[in-house]
């Protein structure tokens, strides 16, 4: 569907090139000689030398046929010869394209003798030199008649309208052509900002995972060192613990003996007064 809608555009910019090229001049022209036709109405109005001329009858049937435009190049009359073809004006003030066939002096004066390829006979009248219009160049076939409506005022209009409208319509879908490039490079740039978006969300995530992670590793390293302790002191509470040595009296001692205690008797008694002064010590320093 995105390919049909670009060769459609493209087919309109093409057509509308294509009828600005051929119509365009075809306007300028016909301005041009409707201006020169006003403005010199005594004269043919021509484009640098040339002048169109819109073939009305078929008097020259064979070489040039009724609907043709032909043209004609301004030339000097007196370098015409017999076989040329001619566009001259009539008495009747009316130009006509004949051949010459004959070229005559009249009272000092160059005349010729024109006649159509068509017609039985020659024309009634001479053609000076003055009344040449041009030399025959070449044909267009069957534009004389299109070129003949052309020149209609309503015709000009019409085409001057078509034109605008082909413009309106080219601008139209130009405009239409940027808006959907701007829309897509939009879509495209909103695209890439909810990705990048997406990726930041996406690192910070990770981020705060690995954060958790690793308060958890700290957190149960902590425990396993609790722990540890906790086994370490426990074992020491299990281990027994040894019997302190009593602070021996020497001269205690010999009173002992001589009072008829044993060796043993008297260390078991010694060892209970150090224990009765622990006790005393501990209940001191908890009050």
Same mark, same amino acid.
């Given at each position: 569907?995105?390919?049909?809608?670009?060769? !459609?555009?493209?087919?309109?910019?093409?057509?509308?090139?294509?009828?600005?090229?051929?119509?365009? /001049?075809?306007?300028?022209? %016909?301005? !041009?000689?409707?201006?020169?036709?006003?403005?010199?109405?005594?004269?043919?109005?021509?484009?640098?030398?040339?002048?169109?001329?819109?073939?009305?009858?078929?008097?020259?049937?064979?070489?040039?046929?009724?609907?043709?435009?032909?043209?004609?190049?301004?030339?000097?009359?007196?370098?015409?010869?017999?076989?040329?073809?001619?566009?001259?004006?009539?008495?009747?003030?009316?130009?006509?394209?004949?051949?010459?066939?004959?070229?005559?002096?009249? %009272?000092?004066?160059?005349?010729?003798?024109?006649?159509?390829?068509?017609?039985?006979?020659?024309?009634? %009248?001479?053609?000076?030199?003055?009344?040449?219009?041009?030399? !025959?160049?070449?044909?267009?076939?069957?534009?004389?008649?299109?070129?003949?409506?052309?020149?209609? /005022?309503?015709?000009?209009?019409?085409?001057?309208?078509?034109?605008?409208?082909?413009?309106?319509?080219?601008?139209?879908?130009?405009?239409?052509?940027?808006?959907?490039?701007?829309?897509?490079?939009?879509?495209?740039?909103?695209?890439?900002?909810?990705?990048?978006?997406?990726?930041?969300?996406?690192?910070?995530?990770?981020?705060?995972?690995?954060?958790?992670?690793?308060?958890?590793?700290?957190?149960?390293?902590?425990?396993?060192?609790?722990?540890? %302790?906790?086994?370490?002191?426990? !074992?020491?509470?299990?281990?027994?613990? /040894?019997?302190?040595? /009593?602070?021996?009296?020497?001269?205690?001692?010999?009173?002992?003996?001589?009072?008829?205690?044993?060796?043993?008797?008297?260390?078991?008694?010694?060892?209970?007064?150090?224990?009765?002064?622990?006790?005393?010590?501990?209940?001191?320093?908890?009050?």
């Amino acid at each position: 569907m995105k390919k049909g809608k670009k060769w !459609y555009k493209s087919f309109s910019s093409w057509l509308v090139i294509i009828a600005s090229i051929i119509l365009v /001049p075809i306007l300028i022209a %016909n301005i !041009y000689i409707i201006f020169q036709s006003k403005t010199n109405k005594d004269k043919v109005p021509s484009v640098f030398g040339y002048k169109p001329f819109i073939v009305l009858s078929g008097s020259m049937e064979g070489k040039i046929h009724k609907g043709d435009l032909i043209i004609t190049k301004k030339v000097d009359p007196t370098t015409l010869k017999v076989k040329d073809i001619i566009a001259f004006r009539d008495a009747e003030n009316t130009v006509t394209t004949h051949r010459i066939i004959d070229i005559v002096e009249n %009272n000092g004066h160059t005349q010729f003798i024109t006649k159509g390829d068509n017609n039985s006979t020659q024309d009634h %009248n001479l053609v000076s030199l003055e009344d040449v219009e041009g030399i !025959y160049v070449g044909r267009i076939s069957g534009f004389g008649s299109i070129m003949k409506s052309l020149s209609e /005022p309503t015709t000009i209009l019409a085409l001057a309208l078509i034109i605008t409208v082909l413009f309106v319509i080219g601008f139209m879908i130009s405009m239409k052509k940027d808006k959907d490039l701007e829309r897509e490079e939009f879509l495209k740039y909103k695209m890439l900002k909810e990705q990048e978006t997406q990726q930041k969300e996406q690192m910070l995530k990770e981020h705060e995972l690995e954060k958790q992670n690793e308060l958890q590793r700290q957190q149960e390293i902590q425990r396993q060192h609790e722990i540890q %302790n906790r086994e370490e002191i426990r !074992y020491q509470e299990e281990q027994p613990r /040894p019997k302190p040595r /009593p602070n021996i009296d020497i001269r205690v001692v010999k009173a002992l003996q001589d009072r008829g205690f044993t060796k043993e008797e008297i260390l078991e008694l010694l060892l209970s007064r150090e224990e009765e002064k622990n006790n005393d010590s501990d209940d001191e320093l908890m009050w």
